[in-house]
């Protein structure tokens, strides 16, 4: 695939969590190949080795911080360490998430506090740790949520992942109003179906993943226009194009939509 060029890029050093795979492994590959210096944080320390490896092969450089949960905990003490090695930050990508699909009624309110935590809590925790630091200097600095869809376009059985995905998408809007005169710029990235393991766990028997197959993003595709974004003064990312558009629909028309497309929203 040719890459989009963003010259803003080189030399930079942006965090990305979730990076050990789908979204964020394909962000940090990007990034290294534009010549920015992904930071590469995520659960699986294995997983993290292997891709440093990959983007070291092929003449990038990056940077691992393995967690081990990310808990209000594990995260302070992460950022401290952050601060302490790395002299300057230019950018974080908030993307680790994940989500179950289960009708509200057999609904695990364990998962969705998990849920809560690395979707919502754990992108709070490291957007305000590192706010400071981002503002402190005059050169660009760059927040990106990676939200979802479900933000805008909620539907049966993603209850606790669209009620999660809704908090980011609402604490997203707010930090870009709180910091719109700095230098630091804040982006949401509202995604529909991307075609990656995260559906090994959401949708265990595969239905709603057979059912939407053909309309799946390439996680390739989000990442080249993800990283084309950096230090622009771009507000929202929405993907596909025709899921947004239904979206302002949505809340134009909620209870013609939720009519007209139930059988489409039911495919869960």
């Not at 503002?135 to 939200?147: A, C, D, R, Y």
Request: aromatic letters at 8%; hydrophobic letters at 40%.
């Amino acid at each position: 695939m040719k890459i989009r060029r963003n010259r803003s890029v080189y030399d930079k050093k942006i965090i990305i969590t979730g990076a050990s795979k789908g979204i964020g492994r394909e962000i940090a590959k990007e990034i290294a190949a534009q010549g920015g210096i992904p930071i590469l944080v995520a659960r699986s320390t294995e997983l993290l080795e292997e891709l440093a490896e990959e983007i070291e092969v092929n003449n990038g450089i990056c940077k691992i911080y393995p967690i081990e949960t990310f808990s209000r905990e594990a995260i302070a003490e992460q950022i401290n360490t952050m601060m302490e090695k790395e002299e300057r930050i230019h950018g974080l990508i908030n993307n680790a998430g994940f989500g179950i699909f289960d009708s509200i009624e057999d609904l695990n309110i364990e998962d969705v506090e998990e849920m809560f935590q690395v979707n919502v809590l754990a992108g709070i925790q490291y957007a305000k740790g590192f706010l400071p630091h981002f503002l402190q200097f005059k050169g660009k600095s760059h927040i990106i949520n990676i939200v979802s869809q479900s933000a805008k376009l909620p539907t049966p059985k993603t209850a606790g992942y669209a009620a999660s995905k809704h908090a980011m998408l609402g604490f997203t809007n707010v930090l870009r109003q709180e910091t719109r005169e700095s230098s630091l710029t804040v982006t949401s990235v509202n995604l529909g179906p991307v075609k990656t393991s995260f559906f090994e766990v959401a949708d265990k028997n595969g239905e709603y993943q057979q059912n939407v197959e053909k309309y799946m993003l390439k996680p390739e595709k989000i990442a080249s226009k993800v990283v084309h974004s950096l230090f622009t003064n771009k507000r929202e990312i929405n993907m596909p194009w025709w899921m947004e558009a239904g979206s302002i629909f949505y809340r134009l028309f909620p209870g013609l939509m939720e009519k007209m497309l139930k059988s489409q929203f039911d495919k869960k």
